[in-house]
Every structure is written in C-alpha cells, then in structure tokens.
C-alpha cells in the first residue's frame, strides 16, 4: 500500500498547549480521515474529510485536507490531558479500493 | 448497540501452533479488514474482504489465512509459517457505497511463548 508521512512522530507538551500533526503522501488521495487510539484499544475516528480544501472541525480538533490532495493536517487547540494516545492519519486513493493506508502515528503525551 | 468486536483480548500461542482470532460486527457492514500492530510501524493491512466469500491479499498476508463465510463475521488464522507472529491484530469494518472510514474493534494481543 501507499506509505504515508506522518510527522512529527512524538510529542510531548503541557496543558493547554496547541498541537499540530501532519500527514503527506506521494501520490493524490480522495479521502483523509484521522483516528486517535487509546492504550490497548482500537482507533476511533476523530474527523473523516473527503474534499480538497476541507476544513472541519470536531470539538477542539480541526483537520484540513490540503488542496494539492497529498497532505493533511491535524490542530488540537487547548490539550488536556485525556488527549494523550496515538494520532493517525489515513487515507486512500483510486487504487486502494476500500482498504486505506495508514501513518505511523504521532504519539502525544500531554503533562498537567 | 452495534459494534465490532474481537476475541480474545490476550493470545498466548506456543510457537509452531496455529491460532484464530475471532471478529464479529452487527453493522451490516460489507466490508472487513485486519491490521496488524507493531510499535513504531503503524496499522499494515493483512487480508480484507469487501463481500462474503471474497477476500484480498494485503501488505503482509505471508502466514496468515482469512475466511468469510459469514457478513458478520471475517476470523484471521496465524499460522506457524508466520515468522513473528506476537503483536497487536485490529480488526475493522465499513460500508462500501458510502466509506466514512472504519470501524475498528478493540485489538486482540497475541504473544508467542
């Protein structure tokens, strides 16, 4: 499949810090979709976008698809300490079919 | 309420054994999936399938076997070809005319002994 770049790929910052994770791929996709997982868990879809220049929001969250259809990125504004987990950015393209391609996460640690 | 789920949570699997891990969904979704988890390399994709009795290779299918006999359910077999098999195995499912991302279950770890 597809390898996408997931950056950075720790962070480690304290309450009420902004956060922002990227993603990029080499070749255009029609989906991103972000997913945070907690310890032992599976992903839980976070903000899903299917248009070149979307910008949505989730709560403190926003994600942006980026216009070239290669990049996205993931703002949380205000972390606290529940926002620890892995953050995963997704996608797929045409030649995926319905399986999508996976970052490597960015874990974020947040301290009171 | 609907949902995926995977069992068991904890696998111990003495080596040259095979071993099923089971996943069940009650969303009538066509589409199911498994990952497979390691630390510092993401989700990579073993077998999906997108309708009962069709099932696709992935990125690292080598040691594992899927069946789906059933919409409901899609259990992946890691068996004693599969090299390094102790890790994190998700299990997920979507719609497919209408792909709003997955739905992932609850993992099932597996450790060889």
């Known amino acids: 499949g597809q390898q996408l770049n997931q950056s950075p790929q720790s962070m480690f910052i304290q309450e009420g810090e902004d956060v922002s994770m990227n993603c990029t791929s080499s070749?255009?996709?029609?989906?991103w979709l972000w997913y945070k997982q907690d310890p032992g868990e599976g992903p839980v879809l976070l903000i899903a976008?299917?248009?070149?220049?979307e910008l949505t929001s989730n709560g403190r969250l926003t994600a942006q698809f980026g216009i070239t259809r290669k990049d996205s990125f993931l703002n949380i504004s205000a972390s606290i300490p529940s926002d620890v987990g892995i953050y995963f950015c997704?996608?797929?393209?045409?030649?995926?079919?319905?399986?999508?391609?996976f970052g490597k996460g960015t874990s974020l640690l947040v301290t009171p | 309420d609907g949902g995926i789920t995977q069992s068991p949570k904890y696998l111990f699997r003495k080596e040259g054994q095979n071993v099923t891990l089971s996943c069940e969904q009650n969303?009538?979704?066509?589409?199911m999936y498994w990952y497979r988890q390691d630390p510092g390399q993401g989700l990579r994709l073993i077998y999906y399938?997108?309708?009962?009795?069709?099932?696709q290779k992935g990125d690292i299918a080598e040691g594992y076997s899927v069946s789906r006999e059933k919409k409901e359910s899609f259990p992946l077999t890691v068996t004693s070809a599969q090299k390094n098999p102790t890790a994190f195995y998700l299990c997920?499912?979507?719609?497919?005319?209408?792909?709003?991302?997955?739905?992932f279950g609850s993992g099932t770890r597996l450790t060889v002994v």
């Open positions: 997920a499912s979507s719609e497919t005319e209408r792909i709003y991302g997955y739905t």
């Open positions: 070749s255009i996709f029609n989906t």
């Open positions: 976008l299917y248009k070149a220049g």
């Open positions: 997704a996608g797929r393209n045409s030649n995926s079919g319905y399986a999508l391609n």
């Open positions: 969303l009538n979704h066509d589409a």
């Open positions: 399938s997108q309708i009962v009795n069709d099932f």
